[in-house]
């Protein structure tokens, strides 16, 4: 599979899963927005039935103390002084049969027109009853009206009375959470707070006008409050919470296999490439070998004992090279395994790094190169294995010498110094091709090898620079890189000073 292919699903996943992460939460912030609608409205409602409940207690029962007062001064019902019941009621005399003068139906139509004449009366005074008891109580009410408004708002007020309406309207609207609530004056001045009063969650509060009937100056309000609001209102996204954070997983765990994917795509590359240099590394000593052992067993060829100690200085050579190229895949075999044991001297590292450069400045020479060395390190002298130590050095001026440039002759410095008074550094800078920023990050992974494009002489199995940063790693030391495509790369080690 293609990287791009590899990339371009990886893009497709993450905005698949981002989008529904972003689906999510707005569908979260859509419910917790639309239960806040639901429950300030409710606590609204709640406010105003409270509110009238309040008013109307206090409006009965100023009514029913007037009323009993004007009920005590007046009797039970006020009729006008004209009115008598004497003069609706029928003469005893028009109802005696002994009455002989009479005929029958005479006096049954004189007896029917004044029935009909007392029902009017009747219904004459009674509406003129009414309309006076309406009169009388359309005075006590505005008399209750005015009375209650003289009073001070913490006269009319019943703090439990207040609570009790407030508890039952928000039952009723099915808000079961506890509250809190203060009254206050239209002047702002505080008349009560409940007892368990708490500043905690106070936002958001609601307010509700007291007695509005009242003129504006004896008006009063009450402000309520719930702690636990929000956690009531965001407890709607405890149902998306969890969907969320499985998508969250979903997708850590969808990149990391793409990672894994891709990783182990670049290992396999990694690994093929060692493979074919390896083959590459053991075909060509392989080869000299086989070469001079046929020269050896030909018996046409004349051979002196010149011939036979260059052949035998060939074989020998090849066969160290083989030896040399087997031990490096043994050692970083050892290294994963962590079986390698290291043999910490004192050693003086300027001695060593002029020891090297010393023979590698043989191989330099040979093909035009310069190789320069600064010793200024002051204290050389570090806890190390000789060998590893020595090879580490070798190692960077053998890259330095593969990866030179064609159309400019090698140029190498070598600069030992020291780091304050606690650490040893060598840095080894050439003039060669560079390596690209995003290659530079790499450059220490097994099997990897920077493409030299055009250049097919670069030979080895890409262990080098794993070996040397190992090996600075088990020093308790650091290694860093630098480079500059097109002109040459530097490398710095930094290992710790001998405590002796």
């Known amino acids: 599979m ?16 981002v989008s529904l992460l972003y689906l999510q939460g707005r569908y979260a912030k859509e419910m917790i927005r639309m ?18 409940e309040l008013e109307k207690a206090e409006t009965f029962r100023y009514l029913q103390k007037v009323l009993n007062e004007h009920e005590a001064e007046n009797g039970r019902m006020i009729l006008p002084d004209s009115f008598r019941m004497s003069d ?20 049954t139509m004189n007896r029917y027109n004044k029935v009909a004449e007392t029902i009017s009366n009747l219904q004459k005074h009674a509406r003129e009853a009414y309309l006076y008891e309406q009169g009388v109580l359309d005075e006590v009410i505005l008399a209750v009206l005015y009375t209650a408004s003289e009073q001070r708002l913490q006269d009319r007020l019943n703090p439990a009375i207040l609570d009790g309406y407030l508890r039952n309207s928000l039952q009723a609207n099915g808000i079961t959470l506890p509250f809190h609530f203060i009254v206050y004056t239209s002047d702002g001045r505080e008349v009560y707070r409940c007892e368990d009063y708490t500043e905690e969650g106070k936002d958001p509060s609601y307010q509700q006008t007291l007695f ?27 149902y998306v919470a969890p969907a969320m ?21 670049r290992i396999s590359e990694m690994k093929n490439d060692f493979v074919h240099n390896m083959t590459h590394e053991f075909k060509t000593p392989i080869s000299t070998i086989s070469i001079a052992a046929q020269m050896l067993a030909d018996k046409t060829v004349n051979k002196s004992e010149a011939t036979y100690e260059r052949l035998g200085n060939v074989i020998d050579g090849e066969t160290r090279r083989l030896r ?48 320069d060395m600064r010793l200024e390190a002051y204290n050389p ?30 140029s190498i410095e070598v600069h030992t110094f020291n780091q304050g008074e606690t650490h040893f550094c060598i840095s080894i800078a050439d003039n060669g091709i560079g390596i690209q920023k995003d290659n530079l990050k790499r450059i220490f992974d097994k099997f990897y090898r920077v493409h030299t494009g055009d250049q097919h002489n670069v030979k080895g199995f890409g262990l080098g620079l794993a070996y040397v940063q190992k090996m600075v790693e088990l020093h308790h030391g650091t290694i860093k890189a630098s480079s500059e495509p097109g002109k040459g790369t530097k490398f710095t080690i930094t290992i710790p000073l001998s405590k002796d």
């Open 35 to 52: 239960r806040q609608e639901q429950f300030s409205e409710n606590v609204l409602r709640s406010l105003d039935q409270a509110s009238r």
């Open 381 to 410: 002298f570090i806890n190390a294995d000789e060998m590893h130590f020595t090879n580490i050095i070798f190692n960077l001026l053998d890259n330095a010498f593969k990866y030179r440039r064609e159309d400019e002759p090698l």
């Open 2 to 17: 293609k990287r791009s292919y590899i990339w371009f699903i990886c893009l497709v996943v993450c905005i698949a899963f």
């Open 88 to 107: 609706y009621m029928l003469p005893l005399d028009t109802l005696s049969p002994s009455s002989g003068n009479m005929s029958l139906g005479s006096l």
């Open 212 to 238: 509005r009937s009242d003129p504006t100056g004896q008006m009063g309000t009450v402000v309520i409050h719930f702690p636990d609001q929000k956690q009531f209102i965001r407890g709607v996204a405890n």
């Open 324 to 371: 040399y190229q087997v031990e490096k895949v043994l050692q970083m075999s050892l290294f994963d395994n962590n079986n390698i044991a290291l043999k910490m001297q004192e050693l003086d590292a300027n001695e060593i790094t002029e020891n090297v450069v010393d023979t590698f400045s043989l191989k330099v020479s040979q093909i035009g190169g310069t190789l």
């Open 245 to 265: 954070g499985f998508t969250i997983i979903l997708l850590i765990t969808s990149l990391l296999t793409i990672y894994l994917v891709v990783r182990q795509k």
